[in-house]
């Protein structure tokens, strides 16, 4: 596989562009030397620049459920774009996105479209501030909920010596440029563990306004809850009269037609979507019941945005959700079984290879790590176990091969309804290459 013309890209790129892209994990952070530039893709599959063709595992991290130009998008895109593209009033394509979302989420009565998960994490804590007038939240080490100062501490991998005592979690800012005042009230936890966090609840419960969680820890690979946390954690939170916050940015619209809400069973009081739910568009929305999505009323608690609700976005949303639940929700079934086949298979290649890759998936989300243990199940054991470098030349060997897995080492890999059997079988035969010359590697 040759790359000359990505290598020009780049150089160019380097001129005019921070690190040649628009996000540090698109660029040199992890693809070395520089990225692949991707030209086109369709269905499961992506073309570079030079023509080389992947099958795509990363689609756009969770952005495309139904894979890349698929035909029902670019007809509806077609059709509707010389209609204009975005209004900023009100319109008929929202409602219609807004009533198909709401059948599908019993747990929510309302919605309001933002663009980006970031945007609706934001406004979501927001609310639970404003609603409760408690200032403080709690969040849990390794959750990722978008670079919102507030939200931003305690998202990324760490040595384990830095942590400090899990009772008492050191609060780890991700970035440069916060002020102390934007997250001395974000309140760290660990997750997967139920005392934990009743331990922060009976000490600080009356001045929290919420516990704000992934469903699945999707920002360290694929880290599923243990069985009945969830359920324990919403107990806790109706018992310590704080609100329950489900970020479904990840899962929404993904592992289930209603997320891990659906899932595990849950209700929570406000809940975030975005990514898989606008089929490659920016398009995110908050939603909950009535009495806790009337605080955006008016501005009461204030959600702007010139943006918000694009209408050619709105089309693909509506169309993606349509299609997915054709059948009595065929495709979120369809993505699930791609992903538990394919967990499967990638852990026996690895077994067969020798090497300590666990893959771990919820559906259609999986992600291998490299690590002694048999299974990863908190956010601790991954930043003490889990070799990082290990993945970085496991995933440059997949693409050497043209299988796209992430190049973001703590990000996960995901299945969409375009993947075929072929796609599989081609990227387990490269799996077991990559893996094997891994093991000769290490045997020299
Ligand atoms: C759980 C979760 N919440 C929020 C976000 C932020 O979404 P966005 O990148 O659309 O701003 C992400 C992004 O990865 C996420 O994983």
Redesign the pocket.
Known sequence: MQHKQSELLFERAMDVLVEGCSSASRGPMNYKPFPPYIREGRGSRVWDVDGNEYIDWQLS?GCLPMGHAHPKIVEVIQQEVAGGTHFATALEVEVETAELMVSMLPHVDKVRFAN???EA?MTGVRMARGITGKRKILKFEGH???WYDGLLVSSNPQYVTSLGHPNDPVRIPDSSGLTPGSWEDTLVCVWNDVEALERVLRAHGHEIACVVM?GVM??MGVIPPKPGYLKAVESLCREFEVLFYL?E??TGFRVAPGGVAELYGLKPDIVTY??ALGQGFPI?AIGGPDHIMESIEYGKVLHYGSHNAPRLGLFATKTMLEEMSLDNYAGYKKISEIGDQITKRLNQAAADAGQNMRVQNIGSMFHPVFTDLDEITNYRDFCQTVNLAKYADFSQKMRDQGIFFSGNKILHNLSCTEHNQADIDTSIEAAGNALEQMSRDERV
């Open positions: 991290f980006t998960g970031t994490c990722y909920h978008g992934e999707s920002n970020d940015t990840v975005g990514k995110a």
